[in-house]
């Protein structure tokens, strides 16, 4: 079965960082595409980020271009987000997602940027 | 960047035809996917690659698309069909991808 757990979510003042991890299990994590997906309180969801099978390529939305950056450790079956200069508006339930079709998700870890 | 427009909601009565559509200048090259999302909940993936159904999904739930429309359909509406969906595909050679903004279908 195919697992998805994100974790690292928390409460953070504008300008500070965190840190997201998904493990993955139930799939050979290596030769997928991985993907994270966020959705602030109320609203539609927002591609974030994708990450190749081997890290070697990157992508992310412009909003957070330059302040994120997502890796994955394929030794450990898992993907990261790092979360730079946070904004109030980066607040959201941040997903991690089997890249393609997404029919792979996690339950989400919240962040909450706030003074 | 590049946008995907769906209608912000739409009603229908149980028994009838629902049809979402999302419009983005690349769908006639691009695939579509169609998410569902419950209220407090994971989105669920309804629609593959414009008109695949995966495992599970009933079959009152169909895709096309034609030109820059794609369009999810739910033949025979039902109260646990109520939900936002979402459109998603990929632009600039496939490495970047957009979700739709969501329609929010209320059954009643």
């Known amino acids: 079965e195919v697992q998805l757990v994100e974790s690292g979510g928390g409460s953070v003042q504008p300008g500070g960082s965190l840190r997201l991890s998904c493990a993955a299990s139930?799939?050979?994590?290596?030769?997928?595409?991985m993907t994270w997906v966020r959705q602030a309180a109320g609203k539609g969801l927002e591609w974030v980020a994708n990450?190749?099978?081997?890290?070697?390529?990157?992508f992310y939305v412009d909003s957070v271009k330059g302040r994120f950056t997502i890796s994955r450790d394929n030794a450990k079956d898992s993907l990261y987000l790092q979360l730079n200069s946070l904004r109030a508006e980066d607040s959201a339930v941040y997903y991690c997602?089997?890249?393609?079709?997404?029919?792979?998700w996690g339950q989400g870890t919240l962040v909450t940027v706030s003074s | 960047s590049y946008e995907l427009t769906q209608p912000p909601s739409m009603s229908v009565s149980p028994g009838q035809t629902a049809r979402i559509t999302c419009s983005g200048d690349?769908?006639?090259?691009?695939?579509v996917y169609w998410y569902q999302q419950k209220s407090g909940q994971v989105p669920v993936l309804v629609m593959s690659?414009?008109?695949k159904r995966p495992s599970g999904i009933p079959e009152r739930f169909s895709g096309s698309s034609s030109g820059t429309m794609a369009t999810l359909t739910i033949s025979g509406a039902q109260v646990e069909d109520e939900a936002d969906y979402y459109c998603?595909?990929?632009?600039?050679?496939?490495?970047?991808?957009?979700f739709g903004g969501g329609t929010k279908v209320t059954v009643l």
């Open positions: 998603y595909s990929s632009y600039d050679s496939g490495d970047l991808w957009v």
């Open positions: 997602a089997r890249s393609g079709d997404l029919v792979y």
């Open positions: 990450i190749k099978e081997d890290g070697s390529e990157k």
């Open positions: 690659e414009d008109n």
């Open positions: 139930g799939f050979t994590f290596s030769r997928y595409w």
């Open positions: 690349l769908l006639p090259k691009k695939y």
